[in-house]
């Protein structure tokens, strides 16, 4: 098969041509100019012209005689080797020039970007499948590295970690006093809304000072907590997950690896020892704002004193409900730590797999957040408390 047409630019008119060099190879021959701009055949009719003769079983290219190239000419190569891979036909592409042989291995080489274009689906047991063997790996990965998490912890309790002091100071002052802000925000409101709904429904029976029991208990028992751990998640938890993904995709994590130093010491247990010692504090801070929400509508809404709402509330929490909260918060900031080092380390090394790490991270923790506090609650439950 030989087609020509003139090209738009100064040089030869491209050719092609496809010949039968034994009856099982075809070879395909480009002369002239190959530029995108030169209307460029069809990959098809290669195919096409194959296809008139007996079964290829290699394909060969010769281009010794293109003068001129552009990326036309890889763009029609990669469809021709594509279409090749399909028909399980054997290539070779020592024909082309050297620069287009290192285009072609880098379009390969590079993924294709995932896009809203169709393609053909696997059979729905084959998804269902992937999808059990991704989610079972991604189990396992998750308890290897809390698995990792606790030995460091153990030697840091033997005193054999690598942890720079001043890396755990700046770590708690980002996940410590400077989330007061946000912390106090969302547990004053948290607490007025609390007392209001609480209000509402209980002034139909007359039983307006308690309002003050259902705020504290509450607050101390579940919502101050949970609503912490959600606070941090979003805030540190994702910070941490966009901090060691972008040290992935500098690769800074495995100059740290090839220098002997663990990443699980040097940059994981920091910041878990970080959350561990302030999310307990932000939990305590947090039940007083909510408490303190609650008061301001009962005093305002219902006439209370505040004598009699902060006495109420006295009697109403016990130390039981108290010690739950801060043992809640003591797991949700490992689970906060753990999940955003996780996910920042196991990010991919581009801008986007570091948003993608860091959303990730977020959804993950509030997840877990609340699976483990149903947890709790049927545990505490049965333990009658």
């Known amino acids: 098969m030989t087609r020509a047409w003139p090209s738009t630019t100064v040089g030869r008119p491209w050719t092609l041509r496809v010949e039968r060099t034994r009856p099982e190879v075809a070879c395909v021959e480009l002369t002239g100019v190959w530029r995108k701009e030169d209307r460029l055949p069809d990959p098809s009719e290669v195919w096409r012209e194959i296809q008139a003769g007996p079964p290829v079983q290699r394909l060969t290219f010769d281009t010794s005689r293109v003068t001129d190239w552009d990326s036309g000419l890889v763009t029609f190569a990669i469809k021709v080797l594509e279409e090749a891979k399909a028909r399980r036909v054997e290539s070779d592409r020592a024909g082309f020039p050297d620069g287009a042989q290192r285009l072609l291995h880098l379009a390969e080489a590079v993924p294709e970007k995932q896009t809203g274009r169709a393609r053909a689906q696997p059979p729905w047991l084959a998804r269902i499948g992937a999808r059990a063997t991704a989610t079972w790996a991604g189990i396992a990965t998750g308890l290897s590295f809390l698995g990792e998490g606790v030995l460091a912890l153990g030697a840091l309790l033997r005193g054999r970690a690598r942890v720079r002091m001043s890396d755990l100071l700046v770590v ?42 259902l705020v504290a208990i509450a607050m101390t028992r579940e919502i101050g907590c949970i609503m912490t751990a959600v606070v ?41 020892l970080a959350l561990i010692m302030m999310m307990p504090l932000l939990t305590i801070y947090a039940d007083l704002v909510g408490i303190l929400g609650g008061a301001v509508v ?5 006439g209370l004193g505040s004598a009699e709402y902060f006495e109420q509330t006295r009697g109403a929490v016990g130390l039981t409900s108290f010690f739950i909260g801060i043992c809640k918060s003591l797991v949700f900031g490992v689970v906060v730590a753990l999940v955003g080092c996780f996910r920042g380390m196991q990010s991919g090394r581009s801008a986007a797999a570091v948003g993608l790490a860091t959303t990730s991270a977020v959804v993950t923790s509030i997840v877990l957040i609340i699976v483990i506090d149903g947890i709790f609650a049927v545990v505490l439950n049965v333990l009658g408390l």
């Open 298 to 302: 009962g005093m305002a809404m219902l």
């Open 232 to 272: 941090m998640a979003g805030r540190t938890g994702a910070a941490f997950a966009a901090q060691l993904g972008t040290m992935n995709t500098n690769q800074e994590i495995d100059a740290l690896s090839t220098m002997g130093i663990s990443p699980m010491e040097f940059l994981v247990l920091p910041r878990m």
């Open 172 to 213: 708690m002052q980002d996940s410590g006093p400077r989330a007061l802000g946000i912390v106090s925000l969302i547990s004053f409101l948290i607490g007025l809304i609390l007392a209001f709904v609480g209000a509402v429904q209980l002034q139909q029976f007359g039983a307006s000072i308690f309002v003050a029991n």
